[in-house]
């Protein structure tokens, strides 16, 4: 018998030990994600169109450097011209009631993920992100639960199109060229 009520109080306490803070991985309330002044007339300073983008959600342990934190969830833009609705979202390695570095990356819905909509050099490809902020997070196994907290820390931000490094590199080469020739 104490065998088994032994067992069962590890059982109990290794539940708490797995146990992830969520968000709320959701704006809906403004215009969060627009096009930025550098593109196209037509769209510069609109809201970005829905199912357009994808929108993800990197996150990891507050105080982790932007470019360390991790995808946990990518959804497509909507239900309304700059927002998006992903609901209660786990981040995994941060403790429920803690507080986890968070950074929202937006980019076109063609690609899978941020980095290759960023490395695919086409200037009809658009990509952004906010500035990283401190989210704290909600959790089911508190005493009392908490809800998962809504994005209280992001602030607005642009998508650009992709640079066109062949370009540069072009002008470089052509650059190079006219010095080595100067030389002779």
């Known amino acids: 018998m104490k065998k088994t009520l032994i067992a069962f109080a590890c059982m109990l306490v290794s539940v708490g030990v797995y146990a992830q803070?969520?968000?709320?991985?959701?704006?809906?309330?403004?215009?969060i994600i627009t096009y930025s002044a550098d593109s196209p007339a037509d769209k510069a300073g609109k809201?970005?169109?829905?199912?357009?983008?994808k929108v993800g959600l990197y996150a990891g342990p507050a105080g982790t450097a932007d470019d360390s934190l991790t995808l946990i969830r990518s959804i497509?833009?909507?239900?309304?011209?700059?927002?998006f609705f992903g609901g209660k979202t786990l981040i995994t390695g941060v403790a429920e009631g803690a507080s986890?570095?968070?950074?929202?990356?937006?980019?076109?819905?063609?690609?899978?993920?941020y980095a290759l909509a960023k490395a695919s050099n086409d200037p009809t490809v658009y990509v952004g992100n906010s500035t990283s902020f401190a989210q704290p997070?909600?959790?089911?196994n508190l005493v009392p639960p908490v809800a998962p907290t809504s994005l209280s820390g992001l602030t607005a931000f642009t998508v650009s199109p992709v640079p066109e490094p062949s370009t540069i590199a072009l002008g470089l080469l052509g650059a190079s060229v006219l010095l080595f020739r100067r030389r002779k």
């Open 47 to 53: 809201p970005v169109e829905v199912g357009a983008f």
């Open 76 to 83: 497509l833009t909507g239900p309304l011209a700059g927002r």
């Open 21 to 31: 803070g969520s968000v709320n991985f959701t704006r809906v309330d403004a215009n």
């Open 137 to 140: 997070t909600g959790g089911d």
């Open 100 to 113: 986890a570095q968070v950074q929202i990356k937006a980019w076109s819905a063609a690609f899978d993920t």
